[in-house]
């Protein structure tokens, strides 16, 4: 704002800076003028014309003097001197109304003295043989070349000080604060002759208890200063409105009190107990008895690492919120795009079976709209949370760093007790609410499975994927395992059969595989476990370990639930997961997209979705089963693989 003032400044001088007609062009003597000027220094007066008559500057009148900051006061001419050594007369001079001892000697050249009218100027406009009506123009004139004289005089007591401050640098900063590089605001010199605005001088002393002028170093024996109204008013002028010399600043806090409320002291004493500022009075009264106090700035020293201490874990605590909202971005726009795929899904399946199916593909689509909304509004407002825990955190950590930064010590503790309790509150409910990463899927079983064969009662003619005929394999089971002549069942056998111990053989895990693998496609089939109390149902990878103890996961190339103590479900994820059902099946469908990286588990009595996986194949998979121990009887039936 400053710079923009400067500018309109500056421009505003340049206007000013040429002279009007009967004006000197320049009026500085201490710069010489060219022969050229010198013939027109007149302003337009014909060669030849009589040089300007000498000035007699008298002791005890009043003239505007510059000083030496550049502004210009009012000074009373005390006595002369011929200042031989310069070849010239100087004048001390009493700056009206300031301290005697600012009291100097200056030339004329820094005085501002108004030009004479002569009335041989006056004189001559007159017509001699002008008539009667002629002398009332006479009278006319006068009194017009009476009031043009007064401008002139007004013109000649104003153009010397612009014209004096241009030539002497750049008029602008001379009505810009050392301090706050702003211009002028309530402008006070201090005893050096040194101008600063009143605010800022103020902030520079505060506290200290020898002053010095922060622009020349000077010591000054007493804090005070004197009201500059000169330079208020030619920065004023300068400026042409009080609106450009005054910019408003944003959130200027108001300067507390510095004395004690109570005592008129001054406050540099800070109860812990009570929060608030006090003087030395205040420590030794009944009201503060046993009272703990701190000096005002080891207080802020004290305070301040507080506020430091809240401020890191606040913001550890914004760069997990920011991360943490930054994945729940990716979750939703993910979760957008698997409702578009599935639904695209959906309605690819149903083209098929669209002339018998209608009812059954809009009453799909609306369970996958109103699941994929629900989901899509508990991850939303989940995101919305976090961005307002982030907002307030990012708040309490702007307020926390203001008043850290906060230079004065009076403004930084005054309500900093309360100020920080409310600043802990907030990093407890930060602590307390926390930030958790909402994941929730679509019921990709559901709205991505084998829907065809959902409705296969209905429509087996149209069926794709089609219920695999499948078969074990017995090469692979391990030798307590009982296989049916029709390698269609398996059961668990007490005794170990004397099998060859090939590499596919399981040794450890009761388990055994499917004959036929799959390494494209999509495929369904179906086991019976009926009322078994436990058993694994899953798909293993042609690689996977077949020896010694095997750790069950997608990471060792084993996918499957599992059920154990009858009631106990789980997906063997790594960490496996817990599983809830609403029915416990008798049958449990295995659905494989191996292109689209799914293996989905079903109750196949009602096709309700289980748990499914996701990954990407590079080899064949095959299915596998366990029947499990026999618990004392309680598991002794076998597995069965359906064929129809």
């Known amino acids: 704002m400053a710079s923009a003032a400067k500018a309109e400044i500056s421009s505003e001088l340049e206007k000013k800076d040429v002279p009007a007609a009967g004006e000197e062009a320049d009026n500085n003597p201490e710069e010489p003028m060219d022969e050229d000027d010198e013939e027109n ?3 337009g007066e014909e060669d030849g014309a009589e040089e300007e008559e000498d000035v007699v500057v008298e002791v005890g009148a009043s003239y505007s003097c510059k000083r030496q900051d550049g502004s210009y006061h009012d000074a009373e001419i005390v006595k002369t001197r011929l200042n031989k050594q ?4 100087e004048f001390f001079v009493h700056y009206v109304g300031l301290n005697r001892r600012q009291n100097e000697w200056v030339d004329k050249t820094r005085l501002v003295i108004p030009k004479p ?8 406009s007159v017509d001699p043989e002008a008539t009667e009506e002629g002398k009332a123009s006479l009278k006319r004139k006068n009194d017009d070349c009476t009031h043009e004289a007064k401008k002139v005089k007004v013109d000649v007591e104003i153009a010397p000080a612009t014209n004096s401050v241009m030539a002497s640098g750049d008029f602008a900063e001379e009505l810009t ?9 309530d402008p006070v010199m201090v005893e050096c002759g040194h101008n600063f605005c009143r605010s800022c001088i103020d902030k520079a002393w505060n506290g200290q208890e020898s002053f010095t002028c922060p622009d020349c170093k000077e010591v000054i024996t007493e804090k005070r200063y004197t009201t500059n109204r000169a330079l208020a008013n030619l920065v004023k002028k300068t400026a042409g409105s009080s609106a450009v010399l005054t910019p408003a600043k944003p959130s200027e806090k108001p300067k507390p009190a510095e004395n004690c409320p109570e005592h008129d002291e001054r406050l540099k004493l800070y109860c812990k107990d009570d929060g608030t500022l006090s003087c030395v009075i205040c420590r030794d009264s009944l009201k503060h008895a046993s009272h703990n106090f701190l000096p005002i700035l080891d207080a802020v020293a004290v305070y301040r690492t507080e506020l430091s201490a809240i ?13 943490l909202t930054g994945q729940q971005n990716e979750k939703v726009e993910q979760h957008k795009s698997n409702v578009s795929e599935f639904k695209q899904h959906i309605v690819s399946e149903f083209e098929q079976l669209h002339a018998f199916l209608k009812e059954r593909e809009e009453k799909l689509l609306e369970q996958l709209q109103e699941q994929g909304e629900n989901l899509l509004k508990e991850m939303e407002a989940n995101m919305v949370k976090m961005q307002d825990n982030q907002n307030n955190i990012k708040q309490t950590i702007t307020m926390a760093n203001e008043r850290a930064n906060d230079a004065d010590s009076i403004s930084f503790l005054t309500g900093i007790k309360l100020f920080i309790e409310k600043c802990q509150e907030e990093q407890k409910d930060v602590m307390v609410a926390g930030n958790t990463l909402l994941s929730k899927d679509l019921c990709q079983g559901t709205f991505k499975g084998p829907i065809q064969y959902s409705v296969w009662k209905q429509m087996k003619s149209f069926v794709v994927p089609y219920l695999s005929p499948m078969m074990l394999d017995p090469s692979t089971a391990h030798p307590n395992l009982i296989l049916s002549e029709g390698l269609t069942s398996v059961k668990y056998g007490d005794n170990k ?7 596919k053989r399981f040794s450890q895990c009761i388990l055994v595989l499917g004959s036929q693998g799959f390494e494209s496609g999509r495929h369904y089939w179906e086991v019976e476990v009926g009322d078994k109390t436990a058993w694994d149902v899953g798909m293993a990878s042609e690689s996977s370990n077949r020896k010694g103890k095997i750790k069950l996961n997608p990471k060792n190339g084993y996918w499957a639930i599992w059920l154990r103590n009858s009631n106990a479900y789980k997906a063997l994820e790594s960490p496996s997961k817990t599983l809830v059902l609403n029915a416990k099946p008798k049958r449990i469908g295995v659905y494989v997209d191996y292109e689209g990286g799914q293996i989905s588990f079903y109750n196949a009595d009602d096709m309700s979705a289980i748990y499914t996986f996701r990954a990407t194949f590079t080899e064949k998979l095959y299915p596998y089963l366990s029947p499990f121990l026999h618990d004392s009887g309680r598991n002794a039936d076998p597995l069965r693989l359906v064929h129809n």
């Open 311 to 323: 401020v890191a874990p606040l913001e550890e605590a914004l760069k997990v919120t920011e991360q």
């Open 177 to 185: 604060c050392l301090l706050c590089s702003e211009l002028f605001q």
């Open 117 to 124: 009218v002569k009335e041989e100027q006056v004189a001559n």
């Open 41 to 43: 220094d007149d302003g």
């Open 497 to 503: 059969l004397p099998l060859p111990d090939n590499p």
């Open 86 to 89: 310069a070849g010239r007369e």
